[in-house]
């Protein structure tokens, strides 16, 4: 189960921090994936991190501005979204798949959380 949170309302050039607390298993062979969708677009790529050794990989639209992480400790992953942008607004999705490759494609990722809203103001 996944369970994510931290979105909200903030102006151009603000920060927050989404995490996703993850349960039900251990996650050290997963890769855990953020998405976003906006309104009347497809889901969309944002960053993804494997379990094991913290790897990352980021789509080009945030590199520079959002750092995906994870605690294993507490089994959550967080993406940390600086200097936001009005086009950032979305729905944030987290998600996990088995296996150790950095995947960009939602369609392999196996669980998906509850998405939490960030929207932008400019």
């Known amino acids: 189960q996944l369970q994510a949170s931290g979105g909200g309302l903030v102006q151009a050039g603000g920060s927050l921090r989404l995490s996703c607390a993850a349960s039900?298993?251990?996650?050290?062979?997963?890769?855990m994936g953020w998405f976003r969708q906006a309104p009347g677009k497809e889901r969309e790529f944002v960053s993804c991190?494997?379990?094991?050794?913290?790897?990352?990989y980021y789509a080009d639209s945030v590199k520079g501005r959002f750092t995906i992480s994870r605690d294993n400790a507490k089994n959550t992953v967080y993406l940390q979204m600086n200097s936001l942008k009005a086009e950032d607004t979305a729905v944030y999705y987290c998600?996990?798949?088995?296996?150790?490759?950095?995947?960009?494609?939602?369609?392999?990722?196996?669980?998906w959380g509850q998405g939490t809203q960030v929207t932008v103001s400019s």
């Open positions: 998600a996990v798949r088995k296996g150790f490759t950095l995947v960009p494609s939602h369609t392999s990722y196996d669980y």
């Open positions: 039900g298993r251990t996650f050290g062979s997963y890769t």
């Open positions: 991190i494997r379990w094991g050794d913290g790897s990352t």
